[in-house]
């Protein structure tokens, strides 16, 4: 940051998207970059994934909780927490689609315009879940939902993948519905490619796909990436 400060080249950014982060003072110093580069660019957007946790366990240290909390998703534009994620920041349980919509107008009554929860375990069976997203701007709320099968393996990266392409395709279409349709068809497509050649790597057809066959095949899929085929359609909820 003091070099792209000292040569002028932190004016030109829009956008700036943080991920997953291991300690607090790095986390304070994001802060401080948030700061610095929306009084530089104050058109800037910023995306930030409160990456924490999943399925009821945090993989980072607990001291982070407040300080996302209380100090980083304040300055966020756009936030995608997961339903684990979206419970730690609220500090209320999550078991119905009303208490997700409940959990997302905590984030709107903080000055958030955009909350993208990129996965819950609210799809109308156990073979699927559920996203959901929603904008609130200038007194306009927009909400938008999309049920997403459920595969039989565990991917690493699938949360950093929905906020980079939800940033990608709000900042190409401005639409939630439209970017929430892309980026979880996009995430289907990658994720039926890295299972499918994963599983045609096994040696002993019975065996399950290891964690390092299950790489995100993201090379691959640039052509889904780019423009996924649509069969899951989002809806726009009123």
Known sequence: MEGLTANKLDQTYTHLLTGYIGSPSFLYKVAEVVHHLKKVCPNLTYICDPVMGDNGQMYVPQDLLPIYRDTIVPLADIVTPNQY??????EKPVHSVEEAWAAVDWFHQRGIKTVAISSSQLG?????LLALASTLVDGKRRRATIEIPLLDA?????GDLFAALFLAWMAKTGDICVALEKTQNTIQAVLKRTL???TKELKNKKDKPSVGQLELRLIQSKGDIEDAAITLKAKIIS
């Open 154 to 158: 565990t991917f690493t990266g699938t």
């Open 85 to 90: 994620e979206l419970e730690l920041l609220t």
């Open 196 to 198: 499918d050649i994963a």
């Open 124 to 128: 109308s069976n156990n073979n699927r």
